[in-house]
């Protein structure tokens, strides 16, 4: 009996032992298939999105985004000497830049192709020498073109390589409107061969095609909203800056030098031009530091250093019985040391037209020749032949004209014809200059006004005639009605 339980025990034994490694097997098994379904569903997931992503492609489609981190750059950082989209530097044209070569065709290019870009900027790089010939740089141009002159731009220094076409200026620009030249260059008219009259008579005695003209260095036509600022304009042949049939001009900053024995040197020149500014600027030539022409209108002058030169001009007019119309004009803030003249106007006789409204006032003037002058017989002769018709003159005032004379305190010389009228003399301090001597006593003809005091020399407060109710007014028809 023990026996046969004992028999039953082992066979439980076998029977639980045999169960379990079922278990495990059947297990392995069921968990090895499980994980190959789950393989086998990813590989097919996988090419499905495989497949469709490459069906989009080809139809267009962008993938769908990926859910991979995505990597990050640092930006590039900014090169230096990476030239701005709107600066034109000549040197990119081609243009030399050692004084000796011809770079006129780089400047031309660099114009051409700023003058198409809004805001677009000729460069003249500093630290070089451009020689350029004759040459005319014209609009219309895009707004808010710059002209930025940081180097040396040179003219042609032998006479004999200007032809007749470009004698009336070196650099001409016109046709431009919001244009603006600055920088700290220099703009360098090489004019010392020209003012030696040896040379130049030869020139024109051995060419039959040589005017007797010199070139202007640099000249605006039709323009407006113009601003020259901050260069200097040297050694011009003739004229140094000149704006002809322009309008709403500013100069500012500006030095202009040439000898004092260089002829016809003017410093700025005005022309058919009105809305001009010229102020805080030091000039010194050898002619008018600003001269002011016929057709001018609304121009102010002020805070301008003078000397050497012929003083601030109005014209001459009238010459060869022209017409001459100039207004509001204003003259003030003037520091004029060792010039010829002071504030000046001066016409021609037998002219026609009008100068009214002109003001002169807080001008110090340092042994200056003659301070104040009015001239209706002026001549640039040895003769010229007497006529009655003039350029009517009304409306001038001379207000604090202070300093030091050379020769001469104050010449008002007017037509017999047409006397000038309105012309006030308010504090008036002159004083002959201790490093000059031959003075001469004020000079007064046919001006009509008033003055007021302080008046010295004490003669010039019986200069001016009273009674202008008397005076015969000269006709409309006569001089005034041409402007």
Same mark, same amino acid.
């Given at each position: *009996? ?100 011809? +770079?006129?065709?780089?400047? &031309? ?36 073109? @710059? ?20 004698? /009336? ?6 046709? @431009? ?24 008579? /030869?020139? &024109?005695? =051995?060419?039959?095609? *040589? ?11 039709? !323009? !407006? ?29 500006? =030095? ?47 805070? %301008? ?20 119309? @100039?207004? +509001? %004009? ?21 002219? *026609? ?22 001239? &209706? ?23 604090? %004209?202070?300093?030091? /004379? ?21 504090? %008036? ?32 407060? /019986?200069?001016?005639? !009273? ?17």
């Amino acid at each position: *009996m023990m026996k046969k339980t004992r028999n039953s025990s082992q066979s439980v034994c076998l029977l639980t032992v045999f169960l379990v490694i079922i278990f495990t097997i059947s297990f392995s098994t069921t968990t090895s298939s499980v994980e190959a379904r789950k393989n086998n569903h990813h590989r097919n997931t996988k090419n499905r999105h495989g497949h469709q992503h490459s069906h989009n492609k080809k139809r267009g489609h962008s993938p769908a985004p990926s859910s991979s981190p995505t990597p990050t750059f640092k930006p590039t950082p900014p090169n230096p000497y990476t030239k701005k989209s709107n600066i034109f530097d000549v040197l990119s044209f081609g243009a030399k830049g050692d004084g000796i070569a011809d +770079d006129s065709k780089a400047l &031309q290019g660099a114009w051409k192709a700023a003058c198409k870009v809004e805001g677009g900027i000729v460069e003249i790089p500093s630290e070089f020498r451009f020689l350029i010939r004759q040459i005319s740089l014209q609009g219309p141009c895009k707004p808010h073109l @710059v002209l930025q002159i940081d180097g040396i731009m040179l003219a042609p220094p032998n006479i004999g390589s200007w032809s007749k076409s470009d004698l /009336y200026q070196w650099i001409n620009i016109k046709w @431009v409107k919001n244009f603006t030249i600055q920088g700290g260059g220099v703009v360098d008219g090489q004019g010392f061969a020209w003012w030696k009259p040896n040379e130049v008579s /030869y020139i &024109q005695k =051995t060419s039959k095609h *040589m005017p007797d003209m010199k070139p202007t260095a640099l000249r605006f036509y039709e !323009s !407006s909203s113009v601003t020259v600022r901050d260069i200097r304009i040297i050694n011009s042949p003739l004229c140094h800056l000149k704006f002809d049939n322009s309008s709403f001009i500013n100069v500012n900053n500006v =030095t202009i030098i040439s000898p004092e024995n260089s002829p016809n040197t003017d410093g700025i020149h005005l022309q058919n031009s009105k809305n001009v500014e010229i102020q805080h600027s030091n000039i010194g030539c050898g002619d008018d530091c600003v001269s002011i022409q016929t057709g001018c209108s609304n121009v102010h002058v002020h805070h %301008i250093n003078c000397g050497p030169g012929h003083g601030i001009s109005l014209g001459s007019f009238g010459k060869d019985k022209t017409i001459a119309c @100039v207004k +509001d %004009i204003v003259i003030d803030n003037i520091l004029m040391q060792n010039t010829m003249y002071g504030a000046r106007i001066k016409s021609w006789q037998g002219g *026609m037209g009008l100068v009214k409204n002109v003001t002169f006032s807080n001008i110090q003037v340092s042994n200056v020749s003659t301070p104040i002058m009015i001239d &209706q017989y002026y001549c640039d002769k040895q003769k010229c032949k007497n006529q009655t018709e003039a350029v009517a003159i009304t409306g001038v005032t001379f207000n604090q %004209i202070v300093g030091t /004379y050379a020769s001469q305190p104050l010449h008002l010389a007017c037509s017999d014809g047409v006397p000038c009228r309105n012309v006030d003399l308010i504090d %008036i301090q002159l004083k002959p200059s201790l490093v000059s001597g031959g003075f001469h006593q004020a000079l007064c003809w046919n001006s009509h006004g008033k003055s007021q005091a302080p008046l010295v020399p004490s003669s010039i407060d /019986y200069c001016l005639r !009273s009674g202008v109710g008397s005076l015969k007014r000269p006709s409309k028809s006569h001089s005034e009605q041409f402007c």
